[in-house]
């Protein structure tokens, strides 16, 4: 099963900006990006693909995040913009088969997370 280790993560001001990364032991995932805040169900961010790299977003990543992946390093990178502290969270990556995947239940693989803490 593929691993994933998540990192970037940290605490940065409102308006400020974060890059996640998500390291694969493998390739040809689906890797989403999903988020977790206190209390909060479990949110989907943006997915990717490694061959065909069109990107999925959520509707709280539209025109402020954006993910990306590099082949070479078999990773995939979240660059969030514009951060208020409602997107304070554990953030997560995860991996599938299924292309288009939107869905935790869609997930077969996951990271321990990275937190991401915003303050106004």
């Known amino acids: 099963q593929v691993r994933l280790v998540e990192s970037g993560g940290g605490s940065v001001q409102a308006g400020g900006s974060l890059t996640l990364s998500c390291a694969a032991s493998?390739?040809?995932?689906?890797i989403g990006w999903f988020r977790q805040a206190p209390g909060k169900e479990r949110e989907f961010v943006a997915a990717?693909?490694?061959?065909?790299?069109?990107?999925f977003y959520g509707e709280s990543a539209k025109d402020r995040f954006t993910i990306s992946r590099d082949n070479a390093k078999n990773a995939v990178d979240l660059q969030m913009n514009s951060l208020n502290p409602e997107d304070t969270a554990i953030y997560s990556c995860?991996?599938?088969?299924?292309?288009?995947?939107?869905?935790?239940?869609?997930?077969?693989?996951w990271g321990k997370g990275t937190q991401v803490t915003v303050s106004s």
């Open positions: 995860a991996a599938t088969r299924l292309w288009g995947a939107v869905k935790e239940a869609q997930y077969e693989a």
């Open positions: 493998g390739s040809d995932y689906f």
């Open positions: 990717i693909g490694w061959g065909i790299g069109t990107p």
